[in-house]
């Protein structure tokens, strides 16, 4: 790769990273251009060549989050044998990748306490796609006499809602563990175990008896 190129590569990725950590932390209204660049050590003119403004970054930020989540949710899908370890792959995927990457439910959580104030388009069809799946999931365990007809968005919220607030929650929860020993906060729980008690209670609720 020539050099000018790796450089560029290297400065847009310098440059998402700080401002995923930015975002995700002040919120979107709070952080200023020039705090990405403060943080990414680089002229601001930069930012603007490369994502237009502000919003474009966002943008770029928020959907290359989604992207890579479906991506993950998609590969493990091609190794289920049934509908049922479907369920489970989309659960603890999302688990798995909302603790490799906390900035996703942070920002996440912000944007619907929000509504959407600051939601790009560009975000919001990752969001759709990302969705989709679920849906997708449950209606084929629908018509195999599997589940029970559902609530698809409302089943959505008990994954991602519920992950995303175990993973931001982290710190208060440790806190309350240190203050009150005798406080269950699942504070030693780990993302598998998380992703499997709320995969175990889902199905159950969605299992045909």
């Known amino acids: 790769m020539p050099r000018q190129k790796r450089d560029a590569v290297l400065t847009k990725s310098k440059i998402l990273t700080n401002a995923k950590l930015l975002f995700s932390k002040q919120g979107y209204d709070a952080t200023t251009v020039d705090d990405i660049a403060k943080?990414?050590?680089?002229?601001k003119a930069l930012i603007y060549y490369y994502f237009k403004n502000k919003s474009?970054?966002?943008?770029?930020?928020?959907s290359g989050l989604f992207e890579a989540l479906y991506n993950d949710v998609m590969n493990a899908r091609r190794e289920c044998n049934n509908t049922l370890e479907e369920l489970e792959i989309f659960i603890s995927s999302y688990s798995t990748y909302a603790h490799k990457h906390p900035y996703l439910p942070s920002l996440l959580l912000r944007e619907l306490s929000d509504s959407g104030a600051h939601l790009p388009e560009?975000?919001?069809?990752?969001?759709?796609?990302f969705y989709s799946l679920l849906i997708d999931i449950l209606k084929k365990g629908e018509e195999e006499k599997l589940f029970k007809k559902s609530i698809p968005m409302v089943i959505h919220f008990m994954i991602v809602?519920?992950?995303?607030?175990?993973?931001?929650?982290?710190?208060?929860?440790?806190?309350?563990?240190?203050?009150?020993?005798n406080i269950d906060t699942c504070n030693g729980c780990s993302s598998d175990e998380i992703a499997k008690y709320i995969f175990d209670n889902i199905k159950k609720s969605l299992e045909v008896r």
């Open 161 to 181: 809602g519920s992950l995303s607030l175990m993973v931001t929650t982290k710190p208060l929860r440790e806190k309350a563990m240190i203050l009150d020993e």
């Open 56 to 62: 474009g970054l966002y943008s770029e930020v928020m």
């Open 122 to 129: 560009m975000m919001f069809a990752s969001m759709r796609k």
């Open 39 to 43: 943080n990414s050590d680089i002229n």
